[in-house]
């Protein structure tokens, strides 16, 4: 399956941005099949778990950084997933990665080095300003 991101930007500290992800080219699957993740990459720094939720929607897990301020979701029918960032920090500046697996049902918490997930797609640059 082919990952899309989009919705970066430059936002003020405090401030609120979605950014989204919408799947395409399995067509052995439905979307639904797959389990989606959020990580992030700062400069310098090795990439890190951010959310992820299972293939139903009904499960859904948080690092404890973002944890009372992102929410992740998903659209089965629009094919995408989605990351709700609010009270943004400076420190959650990066790029913004979106992931999927459909081995991995999302039924329990994922291993944060990201290795539930075969298929990722580009970034998207989230600059938050102080």
């Known amino acids: 399956v082919q990952l899309q991101a989009s919705g970066g930007g430059l936002v003020q500290a405090g401030g609120s941005l979605r950014v989204s992800c919408v799947a395409s080219g399995d067509t052995s699957s439905d979307f639904s099949d797959y389990a989606l993740g959020w990580f992030r990459q700062a400069p310098g720094k090795e990439r890190e778990f951010v959310a992820a939720?299972?293939?139903?929607?009904?499960?859904?897990y948080y690092a404890d950084s973002v944890k009372g301020r992102f929410t992740i979701s998903r659209d089965n029918a629009k094919h995408t997933v989605y990351l709700q960032m609010n009270s943004l920090k400076p420190e959650d500046t990066a790029v913004y990665f979106c992931a999927a697996d459909k081995f991995y049902t999302g039924s329990h918490y994922p291993d944060p080095r990201g290795v539930d997930f075969d298929s990722w797609g580009r970034g998207t640059q989230v600059t938050v300003s102080s």
């Open positions: 939720i299972s293939t139903t929607g009904g499960n859904t």
